[in-house]
């Protein structure tokens, strides 16, 4: 999968976690990075049970995918730090396109036609069934 479809994906996971917390089923806040943290170790945790369990992959892939949102949620609320400084920048380069190839802009939006796709497709909020059996607050 290319890291734009994954970056969709994330950004999928992230409108669902906000749509959670503005629908009132979660307590609207701006987590402390010790919180976020936790809620990071939850959440893996239960994806290795998952995988550890024999339940395969995709479990264990939508685990995953919920600690990448958490972590991206927690860079948003408290910066992100680029692995070239020490300091908080909002000069890091563009990742959206894989290593090495140019990225293609739409000409009406000015974004990449393949990531506006991806995302337009991937954000919709999906509600899993293992989520409502074991849910711990965002």
């Given at each position: 999968m290319k890291r734009g479809k994954?970056?969709?994906?994330i950004v999928g996971e992230r409108h669902?976690?906000?749509a959670q917390q503005k629908n009132g089923r979660f307590e609207e806040k701006v987590h402390t990075v010790g919180e976020e943290l936790l809620l990071m170790k939850v959440y893996l945790d239960k994806a290795i049970a998952k995988y550890a369990n024999n339940f395969g992959d995709a479990p264990a892939l939508h685990g995953i995918r919920k600690v990448a949102a958490l972590a991206v949620r927690c860079m948003e609320n408290h910066?992100?730090?680029p692995r070239e400084e020490l300091e908080i920048s909002n000069d890091a380069p563009d990742v959206s396109e894989e290593p090495g190839e140019e990225k293609k802009e739409d000409t009406e939006s000015g974004k990449d036609p393949e990531e506006k796709a991806s995302v337009e497709i991937l954000a919709?909020?999906?509600k899993e069934k293992e989520e409502e059996e074991d849910e711990v607050p965002l």
């Open positions: 994954i970056f969709g994906v669902y976690q906000d910066g992100a730090l919709a909020p999906q």
